[in-house]
Nanobody, 122 residues
Framework: QVQLVESGGGLVQTGGSLRLSCTASGRTLATNAMAWFRQAPGKERAFVAAINRSSGSTSYAESVKGRFSISRDNAKITVYLQMNSLKPEDTAVYYC???????????????WGQGTQVTVSS
């Protein structure tokens, strides 16, 4: 089993920044790929960003490219999502997820965090 704990959400004004953190514990050999998804009210869960913890390679949704940055600290088994130039449409619950191989589909992930709310006011 893998446990994921997220933190760092909150309320911010348009144009502001937030940094989310996600720390894994348990069967950490299964956590090579860590990703962020988000779900707004009435919408499906959508891919935001992912990182291969071994290689450091990253993937981003088009909607966040140039504004969000995913990084990792392997010693802490933690990934971060730095979110800059936030827009009201970024408002959602943000979830961390992990598996062995990177995927942009939420259906491929078994292990999920509890989610953290990000609200961007206009």
């Amino acid at each position: 089993q893998v446990q994921l704990v997220e933190s760092g959400g909150g309320l911010v004004q348009t144009g502001g920044s937030l940094r989310l953190s996600c720390t894994a514990s348990g069967r950490t050999l299964a956590t090579n790929a860590m990703a962020w998804f988000r779900q707004a009210p009435g919408k499906e869960r959508a891919f935001v960003a992912a990182i291969n913890r071994s290689s450091g390679s990253t993937s981003y949704a088009e909607s966040v490219k140039g504004r969000f940055s995913i990084s990792r600290d392997n010693a802490k088994i933690t990934v971060y999502l730095q979110m800059n130039s936030l827009k009201p449409e970024d408002t959602a619950v943000y979830y961390c997820a992990t598996r062995v191989l990177v995927s942009t589909s939420p259906r491929d992930y078994v292990y999920w965090g509890q989610g953290t709310q990000v609200t961007v006011s206009s």
